[in-house]
């Protein structure tokens, strides 16, 4: 296409929205379009994950991204000029062709990422529209923030803001009104803490409960049901938790350190408490309840339960560890991270091997990728989004759903994973 050819290619090493280092990638095509995007680290960050390239030393507890930035300057620059910024795959190519083991990963995703967005940009078409086709259609479930953290316990095992507790709407015609019914819970949610803790809500980035407040985590749960009762949603917005076990898993010790609470829980523990939420708690998905590598585990929590089971650590958007988790039936969802692989197209086709096993799979954006991550959800048909859907995101997925207008479809409640929706395929 004229004008898409890519004349520009710059990076530099910038701060996360977690004040973390980041590498970002410009990309420039030859009619003015620019695409900019931004990887930096993941708060759960599995050992599976395409590894990142860092610089050492002192600065940012040595995981600063100036050799990144220099190796897309210098090794991946050089590949793609004269390329057409439109054709994804030849580009990912191209960097593929510079070895991703020797640039990093998150060198490689900024660069696939930014074609990407310039690609689009150079079209004059949305990133959504760009990357699935006039299938883009879908919009996925929304969520909002609840709850972060485990030093509630007055524990010292801590995983960044994990685990993460959100309201998920999924029983509306609509996107726009399952995000204002969201919203309504969201506010009773933070007048209940007020009322109930004395806890003033933080917006947008959602709370962390101080020590002393609550005894465990089940009075938690009773708390978030209540107020979806109470706002009169039950059976129509649920809970999603991300438990990012495997940040308190003790490997030497084969136990769960101040999951949910103070006390330690083995293997087996940790799964009877999983199959207890599903069933006397309204959650609807759940992601990485066990160790990474406990592929037994998951299958065994996917066959007890009828939720969605989603794997981040566990399959961390590899189609080598997807197969052995839809051959074990272990889980039923991913979630998909364009750094974990590292291009867009690695990630398309991890994607395209999920769905072709009716595997659901969960766009995120918190590496860095931000709001592009809300077309993603609906360039891959995804029927959640992993914990999007209020605040910026929200606006940019009703934008989304206006823009399709009649032809915008939101699969609700059959777009979660898990019997208890009778999952028919949508693809």
């Not at 940040?247 to 199959?275: H, N, P, Q, W």
């Not at 999920?354 to 766009?363: L, N």
């Amino acid at each position: 296409m004229s004008g898409t050819r890519i004349i520009s290619v710059t990076a530099r090493e910038v701060y996360s929205d977690r004040m973390h280092a980041a590498v970002q990638a410009t990309v420039s095509t030859e009619n003015g379009a620019v695409g900019k995007a931004l990887i930096g680290d993941g708060i759960s960050v599995g050992s599976h994950e395409s590894p990142f390239l860092y610089d050492g030393g002192r600065r940012f507890a040595g995981r600063g991204m100036t050799c990144a930035a220099e190796k897309i300057v210098q090794v991946i620059a050089p590949m793609l000029i004269g390329l057409e910024a439109d054709n994804q795959a030849i580009c990912d190519a191209a960097i593929l062709a510079c070895g991703k083991d020797s640039v990093g990963a998150n060198a490689t995703a900024a660069v696939s990422t930014a074609v990407l967005l310039a690609g689009a940009n150079a079209r004059g078409i949305p990133v959504y529209k760009h990357l699935g086709g006039i299938r883009a259609i879908t919009l996925p479930i929304p969520a909002a923030l609840a709850v972060s953290g485990s030093n509630r316990y007055g524990n010292s095992v801590s995983c960044g803001y994990k685990p993460t507790y959100c309201f998920v709407a999924y029983d509306f015609p609509t996107y726009t009104e399952a995000s204002s019914a969201l919203w309504e819970v969201y506010m009773n949610w933070s007048d209940f803490m007020q009322e109930r803790l004395s806890i003033k809500m933080q917006p947008i980035a959602g709370m962390a409960i101080p020590k002393g407040k609550l005894r465990d985590d089940y009075m938690l749960w009773e708390m978030l049901a209540d107020v979806i009762e109470r706002s009169g949603y039950s059976g129509r917005i649920g809970l999603q938790v991300d438990m990012a076990a495997n940040c308190f898993y003790d490997a030497k010790r084969k136990i769960y350190r101040g999951l949910f609470s103070e006390e330690d829980k083995d293997r087996r523990a940790m799964i009877e408490t999983v199959v207890r939420m599903t069933k006397e708690y309204p959650f609807v998905i759940i992601e990485d309840p066990l160790f990474e590598d406990d592929f037994e585990g998951f299958a065994e929590i996917t066959r007890r339960t009828d939720i969605q089971i989603t794997g981040d650590d566990l399959i961390a958007t590899q189609p080598q560890r997807l197969k052995k988790a839809i051959s074990m039936k272990a889980g039923n969802a991913l979630r998909v991270v364009t750094s974990q692989i590292g291009t867009v197209s690695e990630c398309a086709a991890t994607v395209q091997l999920a769905q072709e096993h009716h595997f659901g799979v969960v766009p995120c954006g918190e590496r860095g990728e931000g709001l592009t991550a809300c077309d993603y959800a609906v360039a891959y048909h995804a029927g959640s989004a992993h914990e999007y859907g209020m605040c910026y995101s929200g606006n940019r997925l009703l934008q989304i759903e206006q823009e399709l207008g009649r032809r915008a479809r939101f699969l609700g409640k059959a777009g979660i994973q898990g019997k208890r929706f009778q999952i028919a395929s949508a693809y």
